[in-house]
C-alpha cells in the first residue's frame, strides 16, 4: 500500500486483501473486474510469488486476464475450469440481502456468469457501495448491437410497468465512440434512482429481445467484504 493513496482505494485495498485469505491451495477461482478486483489479483500474485499458493484463475475481463498473467497467476479459462471454487469480485452497489449492482466497469456478463459457475462469490467494496435499496447506481444493460435503439426503446416500455423513480437511460461511450464490451456489445446505463422489486426487474430486462444480461446480481452473492477508510474491514 502506498501512503499517496485516496481513502477510498484504502478502503478496497483492506477488503481485498481480506478476501484473499479466502483463497486456498489448489483452488479454482474467478477473478472480477475491476479496481478492487485488482487489489485482490495482485496480492493473490504476492500469494503464489511468496508463499507458493498454487490456484488457476478465471479472469473476467481482457483487463483482468492481463493482469492475472503479470502477477504470475495461472490463467485458465472458464471451460478449462468448468466450475470454481470460489469468485472474488468488486461491486457498484450491495443491499442488506446481498443483491447487487455490477457493471460500472463494462464486464457485467462474464462477470455474471463466472460468479453463477461458482460454489461462493464473495464481492469486495468499500463501505460506501452498502445501500438500502439499490438503483442510484446506473444500472449497466448489455445489449446486442444490432437494433440496438430499438430493443432501448423495448426497455422503455417495459420500465413504464416498473416500480423505479426514474427511467432515463444512456449509451455508454468510450471518448467519441460507443463503448464495446469483451463480448462486442453495447451497454445502456439506466438511471433508475430506485429499484424496488429487483428480482422482477432482472427477470423482466432478460425477457426483452436484444437484451443480454443486465447488472443486478440477484441471490448470487455469499458475503461481502466491506473495506473502511481507516482500514477496518467487516464481513457481512
Ligand atoms: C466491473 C464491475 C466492478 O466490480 C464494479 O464496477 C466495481 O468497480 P470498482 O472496484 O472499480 O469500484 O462490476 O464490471
Redesign the pocket.
Known sequence: MSADMSP?DKA?YAAARRAAEFVEDGMRVGL???????WLVRRLGERVRDDGLKIHGVP??TRTADLAREVGIEVITLEEARWLDLTI????EFDAELN?????????LQ?KIVASASDRMI????AA?AVETLGMFPL?VEVIRFGWTTTQKLIGNMLGGMDVAGREMSLRMEGEQPYITDEGNHILDLHLGRIGNAPQLAMALNQIAGVVEN?LFIDICDLVVIGHIDGRVELC
Open positions: 477510498i478496497k472480477g473486474t475491476g479496481s478492487t478486483a485488482a473476467t475481463s469480485d468488486g461491486a457498484d447487487l449492482i455490477k457493471g460500472g466497469g463494462g464486464a457485467l462477470e464481492v469486495i467494496a468499500d457501495k449497466p447488472g
